[in-house]
């Protein structure tokens, strides 16, 4: 099982995305949380927990491993804690392929590459 705690569902993956997500087996997706940038360390600590919870109902017994993609902050503490539990947290990498199309705007294509394990 791969939890897919972003804010791109699996829904929007390209295919070597969903490709390289299906030696996890199923995708589940759990949206990102909406951070409050203004939160202290006791917010983020808060809102890790109730989402180690959400997590953890989803679990249950099996073995997962979660996505995780998002704010900072939030990312790196969740993962300490999922990781603390034993639960396997992965990033995916992408390449960015920039066109300045003129008048100071570029558009940005994020092609997916492969999931590393977070260490």
Not at 3 to 24: D, E, G, K, R
Not at 34 to 60: A, H, T
Not at 64 to 88: D, S, Y
Request: aromatic letters at 10%; charged letters at 20%.
């Amino acid at each position: 099982m791969l939890i897919n705690l972003s804010n791109h569902p699996s829904a929007t993956w390209q295919a070597a995305q969903l490709n390289a997500a299906a030696v996890y087996g199923e995708v589940i997706d759990v949206p990102f949380p909406d951070v409050d940038p203004n939160g202290d360390e006791i917010y983020i600590q808060s809102l890790c927990e109730e989402y180690f919870e959400k997590i953890r109902q989803i679990i249950q017994e099996e073995a997962a491993t979660v996505h995780i993609m998002g704010e900072i902050t939030f990312t790196h503490k969740l993962v300490n804690i999922l990781q603390t539990k034993g639960v396997n947290c992965i990033a995916s990498t992408t390449e960015r392929i920039v066109n300045e199309t003129g008048n100071g705007v570029k558009e940005t294509l994020f092609v997916f590459s492969r999931f590393r394990k977070y260490i």
